[in-house]
């Protein structure tokens, strides 16, 4: 199911992605700094997933 744009977390995926695409770190060096499942970050970015304030933090300083 693809969600609305509207949608205040899906919006937050988005710009999750854009900024992790930007950095150039590969997925699996991400998932292993942020200590959770290459999956698991795999649905944070797709928006599957909510994003803790945590996770936002360590993906917006990568």
């Known amino acids: 199911m693809l969600r609305s744009l509207r949608d205040p977390h899906q ?3 988005c710009a999750l992605t854009l900024m992790w695409k930007r950095s150039g ?5 991400l998932a292993l700094c942020m200590n959770i499942h ?3 970050l795999s649905r ?4 599957e997933r909510s994003a803790t304030l945590a996770y936002v933090e360590l993906i917006a300083r990568e």
Do not use: M
Not at 25 to 29: A, D, F, T, V, W
Not at 44 to 47: A, P, R
């Open 11 to 13: 919006r937050l995926a």
């Open 25 to 29: 770190i590969p997925q699996r060096e």
């Open 38 to 40: 290459r999956s698991y």
């Open 44 to 47: 944070i970015l797709s928006g």
